[in-house]
T-cell receptor, first 109, second 113 residues
Framework: GIQVEQSPPDLILQEGANSTLRCNFSDSVNNLQWFHQNPWGQLINLFYIPSGTKQNGRLSATTVATERYSLLYISSSQTTDSGVYFCAVGSGGYNKLIFGAGTRLAVHP | GAVVSQHPSRVICKSGTSVKIECRSLDFQATTMFWYRQFPKQSLMLMATSNEGSKATYEQGVEKDKFLINHASLTLSTLTVTSAHPEDSSFYIC?????????FGPGTRLTVL
């Protein structure tokens, strides 16, 4: 099956710093989503981005489908950005998602 | 975005009992829903695809007789953990979608004593 790798596994930042999270996938996909899992376990949808570039406030994402990777950019990080960021991909029908291992982000004041 | 709910949010049960978890799509209809399991400090693992009006499709290694799935309507799927044991303790999350983007419920934390 399709493999999803995220890097780095852990990231520690000072408030105000910028960061880039990476997601590599092993095969063609027709769905790619980025999520933030908050401390209570809820998955927050950040981006639906099977290709192209999107921005939402301090966050932006780019997926280069032909090269099988996606990047999530966080600018001017805040302590509330802390948590785990997951990339998940889907291929074929039914929309089921395969998750990467996640990047655990800690933003310190 | 679309809203998915789960009930209960937390359940503690004794070993050997069965537990039912509900997943509802609140503002859309879903012919397909998905069930995931997440152990502490790990990623989400897909357990099964729930299909309205037909049998669920289970991922390799998931015991279909232990994790019973019923997709009774276009807005409700249930996961029943039968004869639960401590190793079934985990965070169970469902997802559904009105289109290609998946939306997730808040999860159910199951603790089996």
């Amino acid at each position: 099956g399709i493999q999803v790798e995220q890097s780095p596994p852990d990231l520690i930042l000072q408030e105000g710093a910028n960061s880039t999270l990476r997601c590599n996938f092993s095969d063609s996909v027709n769905n790619l989503q980025w999520f933030h899992q908050n401390p209570w376990g809820q998955l927050i949808n950040l981006f639906y981005i099977p290709s192209g570039t999107k921005q939402n406030g301090r966050l932006s994402a780019t997926t280069v489908a032909t090269e099988r990777y996606s990047l999530l950019y966080i600018s001017s990080s805040q302590t509330t950005d802390s948590g785990v960021y997951f990339c998940a991909v889907g291929s074929g029908g039914y929309n089921k998602l395969i998750f990467g291992a996640g990047t655990r982000l800690a933003v310190h004041p | 975005g679309a809203v998915v709910s789960q009930h209960p949010s937390r359940v503690i049960c004794k070993s050997g009992t069965s537990v039912k978890i509900e997943c509802r799509s609140l503002d859309f209809q879903a012919t397909t829903m998905f069930w995931y399991r997440q152990f502490p400090k790990q990623s989400l693992m897909l357990m099964a695809t729930s299909n309205e009006g037909s049998k669920a499709t289970y991922e390799q290694g998931v015991e279909k007789d232990k994790f019973l799935i019923n997709h009774a309507s276009l807005t409700l799927s249930t996961l029943t953990v039968t004869s639960a044991h401590p190793e079934d303790s985990s965070f169970y999350i469902c997802s559904a979608s009105p289109g290609p983007e998946q939306f997730f419920g808040p999860g159910t934390r199951l603790t089996v004593l």
